[in-house]
């Protein structure tokens, strides 16, 4: 079975701060994607970024970056010079090989940033 | 570009009546998902469709039914509506299972 964990419920920042969202995921599958989704108050899910198993490689995407490692299950995200616009809930999720591309998701982290 | 395209955006209905969601994919995605997200929850998936056919299938309760039409639209049909059934549906799709692309979303109210 597969699971994604999200353990910081809610994290809140004052802009300008960079802060990282943590995300652990577990699967038998050797071969997944891991993704990140981010879900404004008005609640669409928006795409942010998809990474293969196979590219340990990090990601830099303007203020945002992705750190993948594969040796701790880990996919975090870091926003660098937060903005009160990131506020959002922000869910990691995982779809193996073995699971017809249905996503699991964590249980999400509310980002709140003040000024 | 065009994206997932769900209807209608908000819906109210009492407990016992039936709804009926709409999801348009994307033009040439072959596979359109469902999920549900209760409040404060992270999304569930409930059922996906590949080329028309049921692909595979999730915490979908037995009252709930979907399909997916020759246009490729979709429909989420859901009979014997309970208060629990409360929460945002999405719709996604994608092409050859790669990322999932979400619509914006039904917000069910069951009264």
């Known amino acids: 079975a597969q699971k994604v964990t999200q353990a910081q419920t809610e994290i809140s920042v004052v802009e300008k701060e960079d802060v990282t969202l943590d995300c652990v995921y577990e699967?038998?599958?050797?071969?997944?994607?891991l993704f990140w989704y981010k879900q404004p108050p008005s609640g669409e899910l928006v795409f942010l970024i998809r990474?293969?198993?196979?590219?340990?490689q990090n990601e830099i995407s303007g203020r945002y970056s992705w750190n993948f490692q594969k040796s701790t299950s880990s996919f975090n995200f870091t926003i660098t010079a937060s903005q009160v616009v990131d506020s959002a809930v922000y869910f990691c999720?995982?779809?193996?090989?073995?699971?017809?591309?249905?996503?699991?998701f964590g249980t999400g982290t509310r980002l709140q940033v003040t000024l | 570009a065009a994206g997932v395209i769900q209807s209608p955006r908000h819906l109210i209905k009492e407990k016992r009546e039936t709804a009926t969601l709409k999801c348009y994919p994307i033009?040439?995605?072959?596979?359109v998902y469902w999920y549900q997200q209760g409040p404060g929850q992270d999304p569930q998936f409930l059922i996906s469709?590949?080329?028309?056919?049921?692909?595979d299938k999730g915490s979908i309760p037995d009252r709930f039914s979907a399909q997916q039409f020759s246009d490729y639209h979709s429909e989420l049909n859901m009979s014997s509506l309970e208060l629990g059934d409360s929460a945002l549906y999405f719709c996604?799709?994608?092409?050859?299972?790669?990322?999932?692309?979400f619509g914006s979303g039904t917000q069910l109210s069951v009264l």
């Open positions: 996604a799709s994608s092409l050859g299972g790669e990322k999932l692309f």
């Open positions: 699967t038998r599958d050797t071969t997944y994607y």
């Open positions: 990474r293969n198993s196979f590219d340990e």
């Open positions: 999720a995982l779809v193996d090989t073995g699971t017809a591309s249905k996503l699991t």
């Open positions: 033009p040439r995605h072959d596979t």
């Open positions: 469709f590949y080329e028309k056919m049921q692909s």
